[in-house]
């Protein structure tokens, strides 16, 4: 179930239910839930892949292979949400970095939903 | 369920607020009227949804208002440019909010002010650093906004801490009240600056794909280079072939139920399974097909192997792609037998996957590795992204070749000077010897090792550096104990490891050190004794005596636990350094007397000389002169029919050797460090260094004399002989016919005149002394040049024997007479002779003449010296030390007649060389020359700098430089 958030009458996005290896993180916003919360209610900040739909999906859009986790409460008044700029997604937990792309299929939706997609710098 | 889909559209709206102009708001703003009323309308019914605390319209009135106004000066000027902006934007879609985000704003920017809320460190379990993350997170939602906290950071590298966002410090207590896994005692600020530095986390660049290189992270294979050979993304694991390294004989045992020692004490080295080896130890070996590749797999107690491999199935978290950098020796253990360097085109593609931007230079020389091009050779003339454009070497092709720099590889010719840019030998220099496809071989400049690298990892330049010689506190020839308790000497540094040559004298075992892994550094003076039971210390110089480096000899660099490091630069392994037990080895120059000491007169005046500390250990000393006197005892040859200078060790004076030092090998060859080689002798300079066994044996020879008391290996045992004059053999050589014997030389000496004015009275008169006496030319003749100083040496020698005085001029011109010449200044005989006669000495002049053709006088000797008239302290057991003056020093067994008392005024003793210590002049005070060309003669000690005492000689007047230990204090008489 989606926990609705009270404070800034924004959505708050799913908290992992735990903290091991399950944990996967967006490769779009870099939302950080367990592979079941993906494959039942995919990601909140973005919809348009609808994982939820196709637990395909899932693997493809999310991956284990992220650093650090960061709990963001209030995104839009954290310094530490813009500059990770993952201001403007839901209450959450993000995680600081992925370390792969999203496929040219996954990228060419983005670019349908006009979301914008910035992959992950290389070293 | 209409609501929950409602919301996130809020949120969407708020954040379109942020960019929309002010105008546009007054139509948002009654649009959000009507969702807020729909919302409270339905609210009643999802309260159980919804935070009940939640000020929700309060909330977003605020920031309606606040966020428009600012752009509100903007809009004035030009508010249809930005009208037109705006709706050029939303013409497309609604979704376009991230726009800004990505792209227009430096992250510059978004650096931290001091309005931004700030980041507290706090301490947490360690472990829990994630779920106190997610902890607090669900905490804010449950208590709304009660909690002010901005975000909890968890960063996956360190450990025991959070940081926590929020504007202050109390706002984070609050957050953390209860929390239990976080300890609220400390909450730490985080400088502004250093803000950024928390949140920025390379992110792993390298996928882990097939063929990939990775280093395991845990376990046996620890820190071991791996292929990746499969991937299993979904399940997070991965296939990899290392390097087995598995113990064959305990797998054995403990599949035959045997004792298996529980206590895993060293990590079986890396090799590649043997599977017949294996059946020999009836350990069981299945050979299945894995069905997926229809790959043959030998199945050993569960683990898989193939071609010697192991494969592994791993977890991808406890593989390590970062920096991997495989090792040259690495890559070559991984090459399948057969196969060839261009084999591992896969590896290079990961190598070249390494590489870092900018790796390609303007100039650079380069090869095609792939494609239709390859083996075309080029130069670089521009650098794009991903796309190097070459000057091709080759005729007939276009000017410039754009090619893939995956394609391309450094190359350089044999005769390049390069530097070392990464790898384990990271800041090396050298001359590329050799090269083979990608691979480079170079001379270091320093160590002169060969090196083999990739030709990607050096860089042309004229640089000459030895790379990294120091690590923390640990540097180059250091002693170090290491984490198992084993100890050894850093023989070379690498960038990130030592090498280190272990304690363990059996074999050289050389053991790569990680810094952490070293205990500490051993700086101890430690002492051990040799075979004889010397006493060595760090710097003797030993020979060894057995085991695989038996006959090396060099300085003892480290001692520790009865183990000696001796450095011998001939020694082309492991940098010189030889490792061997303490017993094993012989000091140069030490006794071999066993340690009967005590029992051993002569030994102990031996063990004596050889241990105080005036006699120089230090090989950066060697004693100075050689012991030219001795080589004329054993000149004669003994029954040998040897050159006397076999075996002794020699300094070349001349020519292209100049300088190096080495031991006559036959009378033509000496072994230097490029082996034997032949040296004119007359090129060859004094004697630097005798090894004992060569004394011993030359004195055996030379004793042939019953009263000679050159049976010692002592070289200083000339002292008492001459100085007594007193046994008959020595009476009988001054026989008139022997001075006028010895008379031809002294006149060939330039100092001559010196020496008849000094003693006018006893030599003068002697009609023989003219220069260029006929029959002094007679003996001369033989030994042309410079041999004549030790001429008289050798007759003296043989005059001493008297079996043979009839034949000692006959022997004159052997061989090896001129051979010692060279390094005896030519003054010798005669300054050493002059103060030799000093008043209250019991000298006769044919004593007097005997002193100066011994030995000692001629060579440039060091040892006892000592002397009548010179002040020494007596120390006897039980007896304190008391000073007193040398009257005579005995003949038998160098013991001295002592008068007691600073002036030499109190009773008369008799006391052993170990006994006796002399007392060091002080600036002004007179002197006596103990050793070297000028032994014998008085002066003043008009300054002393360091060890070197600047001595003005009484006869000559002259100003030398001498040794502070060849000086004795004179007390005149």
Same mark, same amino acid.
């Given at each position: 179930?989606?926990?609705?958030?009270?404070?800034?009458?924004?959505?708050?996005?799913?908290?992992?239910?735990?903290?091991?290896?399950?944990?996967?993180?967006? /490769? #779009?916003?870099?939302?950080?839930?367990?592979?079941?919360?993906?494959?039942?209610?995919?990601?909140?900040?973005? &919809?348009?892949? =609808?994982?939820?739909?196709?637990?395909?999906?899932?693997?493809?859009?999310?991956?284990?292979?992220?650093?650090?986790?960061?709990?963001?409460?209030?995104?839009?008044?954290?310094?530490?949400?813009?500059? /990770? #700029?993952?201001?403007?997604?839901?209450?959450?937990?993000?995680?600081?970095?992925?370390?792969?792309?999203?496929? &040219?299929?996954? =990228?060419?939706?983005?670019?349908?939903?006009?979301?914008?997609?910035?992959?992950?710098?290389?070293? | 369920?209409?609501?929950?889909?409602?919301?996130?559209?809020?949120?969407?709206?708020?954040?379109?607020?942020?960019?929309?102009?002010?105008?546009?708001?007054?139509?948002?703003?009654?649009?959000?009227?009507?969702?807020?009323?729909?919302?409270?309308?339905?609210?009643?019914?999802?309260?159980?949804?919804?935070?009940?605390?939640?000020?929700?319209?309060?909330?977003?009135?605020?920031?309606?208002?606040?966020?428009?106004?600012?752009?509100?000066?903007?809009?004035?000027?030009?508010?249809?440019?930005?009208?037109?902006?705006?709706?050029?934007?939303?013409?497309?879609?609604?979704?376009?909010?991230?726009?800004?985000?990505?792209?227009?704003?430096?992250?510059?920017?978004?650096?931290?002010?001091?309005?931004?809320?700030?980041?507290?460190?706090?301490?947490?379990?360690?472990?829990?650093?994630?779920?106190?993350?997610?902890?607090?997170?669900?905490?804010?939602?449950?208590?709304?906004?009660?909690?002010?906290?901005?975000?909890?950071?968890?960063?996956?590298?360190?450990?025991?801490?959070?940081?926590?966002?929020?504007?202050?410090?109390?706002?984070?207590?609050?957050?953390?009240?209860?929390?239990?896994?976080?300890?609220?005692?400390?909450?730490?600020?985080?400088?502004?600056?250093?803000?950024?530095?928390?949140?920025?986390?390379?992110?792993?660049?390298?996928?882990?794909?097939?063929?990939?290189?990775?280093?395991?992270?845990?376990?046996?294979?620890?820190?071991?280079?791996?292929?990746?050979?499969?991937?299993?993304?979904?399940?997070?694991?991965?296939?990899?072939?290392?390097?087995?390294?598995?113990?064959?004989?305990?797998?054995?045992?403990?599949?035959?139920?045997?004792?298996?020692?529980?206590?895993?004490?060293?990590?079986?080295?890396?090799?590649?399974?043997?599977?017949?080896?294996?059946?020999?130890?009836?350990?069981?070996?299945?050979?299945?097909?894995?069905?997926?590749?229809?790959?043959?797999?030998?199945?050993?107690?569960?683990?898989?192997?193939?071609?010697?491999?192991?494969?592994?199935?791993?977890?991808?978290?406890?593989?390590?792609?970062?920096?991997?950098?495989?090792?040259?020796?690495?890559?070559?253990?991984?090459?399948?037998?057969?196969?060839?360097?261009?084999?591992?085109?896969?590896?290079?593609?990961?190598?070249?996957?390494?590489?870092?931007?900018?790796?390609?230079?303007?100039?650079?020389?380069?090869?095609?590795?792939?494609?239709?091009?390859?083996?075309?050779?080029?130069?670089?003339?521009?650098?794009?992204?991903?796309?190097?454009?070459?000057?091709?070497?080759?005729?007939?092709?276009?000017?410039?070749?754009?090619?893939?720099?995956?394609?391309?590889?450094?190359?350089?010719?044999?005769?390049?000077?390069?530097?070392?840019?990464?790898?384990?030998?990271?800041?090396?220099?050298?001359?590329?010897?050799?090269?083979?496809?990608?691979?480079?071989?170079?001379?270091?400049?320093?160590?002169?090792?060969?090196?083999?690298?990739?030709?990607?990892?050096?860089?042309?330049?004229?640089?000459?550096?030895?790379?990294?010689?120091?690590?923390?506190?640990?540097?180059?020839?250091?002693?170090?104990?290491?984490?198992?308790?084993?100890?050894?000497?850093?023989?070379?540094?690498?960038?990130?490891?030592?090498?280190?040559?272990?304690?363990?004298?059996?074999?050289?075992?050389?053991?790569?050190?990680?810094?952490?892994?070293?205990?500490?550094?051993?700086?101890?003076?430690?002492?051990?004794?040799?075979?004889?039971?010397?006493?060595?210390?760090?710097?003797?110089?030993?020979?060894?005596?057995?085991?695989?480096?038996?006959?090396?000899?060099?300085?003892?660099?480290?001692?520790?636990?009865?183990?000696?490091?001796?450095?011998?630069?001939?020694?082309?392994?492991?940098?010189?350094?030889?490792?061997?037990?303490?017993?094993?080895?012989?000091?140069?120059?030490?006794?071999?007397?066993?340690?009967?000491?005590?029992?051993?007169?002569?030994?102990?005046?031996?063990?004596?000389?050889?241990?105080?500390?005036?006699?120089?250990?230090?090989?950066?000393?060697?004693?100075?002169?050689?012991?030219?006197?001795?080589?004329?005892?054993?000149?004669?040859?003994?029954?040998?029919?040897?050159?006397?200078?076999?075996?002794?060790?020699?300094?070349?004076?001349?020519?292209?050797?100049?300088?190096?030092?080495?031991?006559?090998?036959?009378?033509?060859?000496?072994?230097?460090?490029?082996?034997?080689?032949?040296?004119?002798?007359?090129?060859?300079?004094?004697?630097?260094?005798?090894?004992?066994?060569?004394?011993?044996?030359?004195?055996?020879?030379?004793?042939?004399?019953?009263?000679?008391?050159?049976?010692?290996?002592?070289?200083?045992?000339?002292?008492?002989?001459?100085?007594?004059?007193?046994?008959?053999?020595?009476?009988?050589?001054?026989?008139?016919?022997?001075?006028?014997?010895?008379?031809?030389?002294?006149?060939?000496?330039?100092?001559?005149?010196?020496?008849?004015?000094?003693?006018?009275?006893?030599?003068?008169?002697?009609?023989?002394?003219?220069?260029?006496?006929?029959?002094?030319?007679?003996?001369?003749?033989?030994?042309?040049?410079?041999?004549?100083?030790?001429?008289?040496?050798?007759?003296?020698?043989?005059?001493?024997?008297?079996?043979?005085?009839?034949?000692?001029?006959?022997?004159?011109?052997?061989?090896?007479?001129?051979?010692?010449?060279?390094?005896?200044?030519?003054?010798?005989?005669?300054?050493?002779?002059?103060?030799?006669?000093?008043?209250?000495?019991?000298?006769?002049?044919?004593?007097?003449?005997?002193?100066?053709?011994?030995?000692?006088?001629?060579?440039?000797?060091?040892?006892?010296?000592?002397?009548?008239?010179?002040?020494?302290?007596?120390?006897?057991?039980?007896?304190?030390?008391?000073?007193?003056?040398?009257?005579?020093?005995?003949?038998?067994?160098?013991?001295?007649?002592?008068?007691?008392?600073?002036?030499?005024?109190?009773?008369?003793?008799?006391?052993?060389?170990?006994?006796?210590?002399?007392?060091?002049?002080?600036?002004?005070?007179?002197?006596?020359?103990?050793?070297?060309?000028?032994?014998?003669?008085?002066?003043?000690?008009?300054?002393?700098?360091?060890?070197?005492?600047?001595?003005?000689?009484?006869?000559?007047?002259?100003?030398?430089?001498?040794?502070?230990?060849?000086?004795?204090?004179?007390?005149?008489?």
């Amino acid at each position: 179930m989606v926990n609705q958030g009270g404070g800034g009458s924004v959505a708050v996005a799913q908290i992992p239910t735990s903290f091991g290896h399950e944990l996967r993180a967006c /490769l #779009r916003c870099r939302l950080v839930k367990t592979y079941d919360q993906f494959r039942e209610s995919g990601c909140e900040n973005c &919809p348009f892949f =609808q994982m939820e739909d196709d637990h395909e999906r899932v693997v493809d859009c999310t991956t284990p292979n992220f650093t650090g986790l960061i709990s963001v409460m209030d995104p839009t008044r954290s310094w530490a949400a813009r500059w /990770l #700029r993952i201001g403007k997604f839901a209450p959450g937990c993000y995680t600081l970095a992925v370390s792969e792309a999203l496929n &040219p299929d996954l =990228q060419n939706i983005c670019e349908e939903e006009h979301v914008p997609y910035v992959p992950p710098k290389r070293v | 369920m209409n609501i929950c889909e409602c919301i996130p559209h809020v949120a969407l709206l708020r954040n379109l607020f942020e960019i929309l102009p002010f105008f546009l708001t007054i139509f948002l703003l009654k649009l959000l009227a009507g969702l807020l009323i729909f919302m409270f309308w339905y609210l009643p019914a999802y309260t159980d949804f919804i935070d009940p605390g939640a000020d929700i319209p309060d909330e977003d009135d605020r920031r309606l208002h606040r966020r428009p106004l600012l752009p509100r000066e903007d809009e004035q000027e030009d508010v249809e440019e930005i009208e037109r902006r705006i709706q050029e934007r939303y013409a497309r879609s609604l979704n376009v909010e991230y726009d800004e985000e990505a792209t227009d704003v430096e992250q510059q920017a978004l650096l931290p002010s001091v309005r931004d809320p700030k980041l507290w460190m706090v301490k947490c379990a360690i472990g829990r650093e994630r779920e106190v993350a997610v902890c607090l997170m669900q905490k804010c939602i449950d208590r709304g906004p009660e909690l002010q906290i901005r975000s909890a950071v968890a960063l996956d590298h360190l450990k025991n801490f959070i940081y926590i966002e929020a504007d202050k410090e109390a706002h984070v207590k609050e957050a953390i009240k209860g929390m239990r896994n976080i300890f609220t005692g400390k909450i730490m600020l985080v400088p502004i600056k250093e803000m950024t530095d928390v949140l920025s986390v390379e992110s792993k660049a390298i996928d882990i794909s097939r063929d990939t290189w990775v280093r395991l992270k845990i376990g046996t294979y620890k820190g071991d280079l791996a292929k990746v050979v499969d991937v299993d993304n979904v399940r997070q694991r991965a296939t990899v072939k290392v390097i087995p390294r598995i113990d064959l004989q305990a797998l054995s045992n403990k599949l035959e139920g045997r004792e298996v020692p529980k206590k895993k004490a060293f990590t079986p080295p890396a090799r590649f399974m043997n599977i017949d080896e294996a059946r020999e130890l009836h350990i069981r070996v299945e050979r299945r097909r894995d069905p997926a590749t229809g790959d043959y797999f030998e199945k050993i107690e569960g683990m898989m192997f193939k071609d010697g491999f192991l494969y592994k199935n791993v977890s991808l978290k406890s593989l390590s792609t970062q920096n991997v950098q495989p090792t040259f020796d690495e890559l070559e253990k991984f090459r399948q037998p057969g196969e060839t360097g261009d084999g591992d085109m896969s590896s290079l593609s990961t190598l070249f996957a390494n590489r870092k931007k900018g790796h390609f230079m303007k100039g650079d020389r380069v090869i095609v590795v792939k494609g239709d091009l390859r083996n075309l050779k080029g130069w670089v003339e521009k650098v794009e992204e991903d796309t190097v454009h070459i000057k091709p070497n080759e005729k007939g092709l276009p000017k410039t070749l754009a090619i893939s720099d995956k394609d391309l590889c450094k190359y350089f010719e044999p005769g390049n000077h390069v530097k070392v840019v990464s790898g384990a030998t990271e800041g090396a220099t050298g001359m590329v010897v050799s090269v083979e496809g990608h691979v480079v071989n170079l001379v270091s400049d320093t160590t002169k090792e060969l090196i083999r690298v990739f030709a990607d990892n050096v860089v042309e330049s004229s640089e000459v550096t030895s790379g990294v010689t120091k690590i923390g506190d640990y540097e180059l020839h250091d002693l170090v104990v290491l984490d198992d308790n084993s100890f050894g000497v850093i023989i070379r540094v690498e960038s990130e490891a030592f090498q280190v040559l272990k304690g363990v004298p059996e074999r050289p075992d050389v053991a790569l050190a990680r810094l952490r892994e070293i205990k500490y550094k051993v700086d101890k003076k430690i002492f051990a004794k040799d075979r004889y039971k010397n006493t060595l210390s760090v710097k003797d110089v030993v020979k060894i005596l057995d085991g695989p480096c038996k006959g090396k000899q060099g300085p003892v660099e480290h001692i520790y636990k009865g183990v000696l490091f001796i450095y011998d630069r001939h020694h082309l392994e492991h940098a010189g350094f030889i490792c061997v037990k303490s017993d094993s080895c012989m000091m140069v120059g030490g006794s071999r007397a066993n340690g009967e000491r005590n029992g051993n007169s002569l030994t102990s005046k031996f063990s004596h000389l050889r241990t105080p500390p005036r006699v120089p250990h230090s090989p950066m000393r060697p004693p100075r002169g050689g012991y030219g006197g001795h080589n004329n005892f054993g000149g004669r040859g003994g029954g040998r029919g040897h050159d006397a200078l076999i075996g002794a060790t020699v300094k070349i004076r001349l020519g292209h050797y100049k300088g190096c030092k080495g031991r006559v090998k036959d009378v033509k060859a000496i072994d230097g460090n490029l082996g034997p080689f032949a040296v004119d002798r007359s090129h060859i300079s004094d004697n630097v260094n005798v090894t004992p066994s060569r004394e011993t044996s030359r004195y055996g020879m030379g004793s042939e004399t019953p009263m000679h008391p050159s049976r010692t290996p002592l070289h200083p045992y000339m002292t008492p002989m001459r100085d007594s004059g007193v046994t008959p053999y020595h009476d009988g050589m001054r026989t008139p016919m022997r001075d006028r014997a010895w008379n031809p030389y002294t006149p060939m000496s330039p100092p001559r005149d010196n020496w008849e004015d000094g003693n006018p009275g006893s030599w003068g008169t002697s009609p023989q002394y003219q220069p260029g006496s006929p029959p002094s030319r007679a003996y001369e003749a033989p030994t042309p040049g410079s041999g004549w100083t030790n001429t008289p040496s050798n007759n003296y020698n043989e005059a001493g024997t008297p079996r043979d005085s009839g034949s000692a001029y006959a022997n004159a011109p052997s061989p090896y007479l001129p051979s010692t010449p060279g390094g005896q200044p030519p003054m010798t005989p005669s300054s050493a002779y002059l103060p030799g006669t000093p008043g209250g000495q019991p000298m006769t002049p044919g004593s007097g003449g005997l002193d100066m053709m011994s030995p000692v006088v001629g060579a440039d000797s060091e040892g006892p010296w000592f002397l009548p008239g010179i002040l020494v302290n007596v120390r006897r057991p039980g007896d304190d030390t008391t000073p007193g003056v040398i009257r005579e020093v005995l003949p038998v067994d160098g013991s001295s007649k002592i008068a007691l008392g600073s002036s030499g005024n109190g009773d008369v003793v008799t006391a052993l060389p170990n006994e006796i210590e002399v007392v060091p002049p002080r600036k002004l005070d007179k002197i006596k020359i103990m050793g070297g060309a000028h032994r014998g003669a008085t002066g003043k000690l008009i300054g002393i700098d360091g060890t070197d005492g600047i001595v003005k000689v009484d006869d000559t007047l002259d100003v030398k430089i001498l040794d502070m230990v060849s000086l004795a204090k004179l007390v005149q008489a």
